[in-house]
């Protein structure tokens, strides 16, 4: 059976891009795949966090994970920094990837150039702890959106290397990136994609919101000139993404979803009513979650402990191929 694992950061609040990029897609892996989610918090703390928010944020993250269809007797969910093999592997491999090869990473040019004047090295070696948590487990494929593409080719880099330098190590990984949903754009901003991490929310709509206010920002979503509903991402690149959001909450394709609609602000309200859909049953059993707290750490510890069952295989294999003595 190929065996798939994924994460997410447990920072700001989850929004539609995650969902539709890769949190839906995992939901159907679990049926078909041996699967681990992860919600990485060793990768939150790259950026200045505030110890209150981690903690909360990476509870209602696992809360999350189990809302949106994700069932921890089906997969194994758990918190990243409660296998601490992941940042030792990380150290392994931070030591066989190339100053260079991290140096080209776009996320990190991108990260730090929009962050104050501290830049810390792990956000520097970021991609080495993202490589760690999918060779850790042997995993075969891994479903994110389009922006982690460039992180999922230094893996495969990482992992051919290290086979040929020390012998066959690890399961070299490959990408699975959806043809639809897999790069959702800002409403306001239509050339930059979807993110927690926006300075303005107008533009991002956010899982957990308030669905009056999730209705509002598609109705305000950015058009294009122009008034034929067509998906043409180069020119109509607001209405593009209105279309390739219907499409991926729809399961259809944006081109036939186009058909359908001759204005602009009924798309936009078919759109908005078509992820209220999806999203709200998700809101409502997450909240259920959060209010048992005892429950949620049951999951949460389960999740722990069938990881840890798994990690420690990989990494043994690891130290061993590079010499590391074992324990007597
Ligand atoms: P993160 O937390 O930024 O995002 C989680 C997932 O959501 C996808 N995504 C999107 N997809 C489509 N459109 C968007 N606008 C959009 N925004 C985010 C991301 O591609 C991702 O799949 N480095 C990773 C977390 C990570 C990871 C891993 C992923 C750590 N270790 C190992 C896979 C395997 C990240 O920051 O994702």
Known sequence: MTRVFSG??????????NYLGALRHWVVDQHEHDS???AVDLHAITLRQDPAELHQKTLEAIAALIAVG?????CIIFVQSHVHEHAELAWLIECTVAFGELSRMTQFKDKSARSDAHISAGLFTYPALMAADILL???DRVPVGDDQRQHLELTRDVAERFNSRYGETFVVPAAAIAKVGARVMDLQEPQSKMSKSSASMAGCVQLFEDRDSIVKKFKRAVTDSGSEVSFDVENKPGVSNLLSILAAVTNSDPESVANEYDRYGDLK???AEAVLEVIGPIQDRRAELLADPAELSRLIELGAVKAQALAGNVLERARSAMGFVARP
Not at 10 to 17: R, S
Request: aromatic share 12%.
């Open 8 to 17: 997410i950061q447990p920072t700001g609040e989850f929004q539609l891009g």
């Open 269 to 271: 309200v078919a759109t």
């Open 70 to 74: 994700l069932d921890p007797e089906t």
């Open 36 to 38: 681990l989610f992860c």
């Open 137 to 139: 487990y042997d995993i």
